[in-house]
């Protein structure tokens, strides 16, 4: 079965310090991986995703996130953040295909003080 | 970008009675629309998905009598969650997959927050 793993459940930085939040997917197949942000009181935005090609991705805002298949991971990085990154950050794993189901990791909670 | 609304925004209701959520893509064609359930402080755990003109299948665990799921039409979805109790109180997410994309990527909705009395 999927499944995603946000190993960071709650991160505070302070502004310009650089980011990283790890995901660990599990998928007997070719998968396709997206980060989505919800900001407070928003709906959930795609921020970058991968599908094929360069496993380093770039997204809005700043933000990347590199594929590393060997260690089924997605991690999602930002050199310097800022306050407005203060959100909450969704990996999320679907199989390659129409018909899959996007599946979500727990979420990781990050709070930016200016 | 495509976007997909929700309607209600929140409703509050009496426990028992029921509540129609709408989902629907305003720029797009949906094959495919997704009912999410998130609880404070956690992530979105998938509850159905619906195919347009066809029955919805439901995650296991969902009771689907209870949270009944229409696709008619290919910009609109509806989730009623019948005979409301507090413990369906929750924030309700629709998210819709664009028909003509290759990428099959998803947008969501705003989300319906539902609480029961």
């Known amino acids: 079965a999927q499944s995603v793993s946000q190993h960071n459940h709650h991160v505070i930085l302070s502004e310009a310090a650089s980011l990283e939040l790890g995901c660990n997917y599990s998928?007997?197949?070719?998968?396709?991986l997206f980060w989505y942000v919800q900001y407070p009181g928003q709906h959930l935005q795609l921020l970058l995703k991968?599908?094929?090609?360069?496993?380093l991705v770039k997204g809005i805002k700043g933000f990347e996130a590199e594929f590393i298949k060997s260690k089924f991971s997605f991690n999602l990085r930002k050199p310097s953040v800022q306050w407005s990154d203060t959100a909450e950050y969704f990996c999320a794993v679907m199989g390659s295909g129409g018909y899959n189901k996007l599946i979500f990791g727990a979420g990781t909670r990050l709070a930016v003080h200016p | 970008g495509a976007v997909v609304s929700q309607h209600p925004s929140w409703v509050i209701c009496k426990s028992g009675t029921s509540v129609k959520i709408e989902c629907r893509s305003l720029d797009f064609q949906a094959t495919t629309m997704f009912w999410y359930r998130q609880f404070p402080k956690q992530s979105l755990m998938l509850m159905a998905t619906?195919?347009?003109?066809?029955?919805?299948?439901?995650e296991q665990g969902v009771e689907k009598d209870k949270f009944l799921i229409n696709h008619a039409s290919l910009t609109l979805s509806t989730l009623t969650v019948t005979s409301a109790h507090p413990e369906d109180s929750s924030f309700y997410i629709c998210?819709?997959?664009?028909?003509?994309?290759?990428?099959?990527?998803?947008?969501f909705g705003p989300g319906t927050r539902l609480t029961v009395t």
């Open positions: 619906s195919n347009e003109g066809s029955k919805a299948t439901y």
């Open positions: 991968y599908f094929s090609g360069d496993p």
């Open positions: 998928y007997g197949g070719t998968v396709n």
């Open positions: 998210s819709a997959r664009d028909k003509s994309g290759l990428n099959y990527e998803q947008y």
